[in-house]
């Protein structure tokens, strides 16, 4: 097909195709783990055992591949499984370059699972490009990989997807960027030159709190992509079938639900910015932010900028004034994720422990589809008990 077909048409069609054998429409969910061998010994209908692939998270893949204009995507069962699956591909002896404020569960595996693989990473701040190329011109680390999260994760900081791919190229490493709060539809960092795009379908992708997965798409077929596909059948974190099925059934809304969460979160966090009892919101929508231009670039749908679905704000009075706040809500529910068709409200450096880079008082929302009225009602009403 010469044309890319728009983001919500792809959204609905992708990865759905009339089944052959019966003319269903919506596809079936294929629960074999294993699939009939041909006489001659081969398997010309492309399916042999379930772990390596099977006929629904095969039609999963192809849809996220199209949606962030990929040649290949890899589904797992978490969206931790396909941060991991791409961490490893820096191999025994590689180092890692990754955003400081990552989510804390990457940060984990960089600090406690890559080390005892061989895989050593420094954790750098990611939005200034002048610190991350120092962190690669340290030739004795031997760098394959720049690891980034933007918006990040509890601050919402911005990097620059371009500016560190022409970077990652320089310096002959790998760049993946983990895309989970920019989701498929606001934010394609295969088009400006990543390697990889990883998710936590989880959040946006899920987007109904009912599946946990992950995936990992990538620009090329080659064999870098080889040793992301590899791991997934060697290390077996591998989505079921209904949970393939489920998000499927996901992608259709996508893009509806996706710009509505990001028209809640800046009207949200406009509000929020004026409220006396808030010192800070952290949203690249807003003016203020310092990474408001750069997002405005990358994040955006139908050339028309959008920020996402997820900010954080600082409440006057720190962690007990933060945490009288999410005692009050009333619609907004008490609860960690993002990216569901409900709004969240979490006090985040409690979620994370004690080595959380979340300052005490602040508290991270994930907006939902609900109307925004009855959200800022909520909000409104909860603040003013403080
Ligand atoms: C949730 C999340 C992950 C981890 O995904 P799981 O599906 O919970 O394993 C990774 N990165 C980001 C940005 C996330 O929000």
Known sequence: MSKRRHIDTCAVHAGREIDAGTGAVVPPIHLSTTYERDADGGYSRGNEYARDGNPTRTLLERALAELEGGKACAAFSSGTAACLAVLQTAGSGGHVVATRDSYHGTLRQLQELLPGMGISSSLVDTTDLDTVASALRDNSNNTRLIWVETPSNPLLQVSDIAGLAHLAAEHNCQLAVDNTFG????????????????????????????????????????????????????????????????????????????????????????????????????????????????????????????????????????EAAAMAVAARVRLFTRATSLGGVESLIEHRASVEGPDSVAPPGLLRLALGIEHFTDLWTDLEHALRGV
Request: charged share 15%; net charge neutral.
């Open 183 to 318: 989701s498929p539809v606001l934010q394609h960092p295969l088009a400006l030159g990543a390697d990889y795009s990883v998710h936590s379908s989880t959040k946006f992708i899920g987007g109904h709190g009912d599946v946990v997965g992950g995936a990992v798409i990538s620009t090329s077929d080659d064999e870098g992509f080889a040793a992301v596909r590899s791991w997934q059948s060697r290390a077996g974190a591998v989505p079921s079938a209904f949970d393939c099925w489920l998000l499927l059934r996901s992608l259709a809304t996508l893009s509806m639900r996706v710009r509505r969460q990001a028209k809640n979160a800046g009207r949200i966090a406009e509000y929020l910015s004026e409220h006396e009892q808030v010192c800070a919101v952290h949203y690249p929508g807003l003016a203020s932010h310092p990474g408001h231009k750069l997002a405005g670039r990358q994040m955006n749908a139908d050339g028309q900028s959008r920020f996402g679905g997820v900010l954080s704000f600082e409440v006057t009075g720190g």
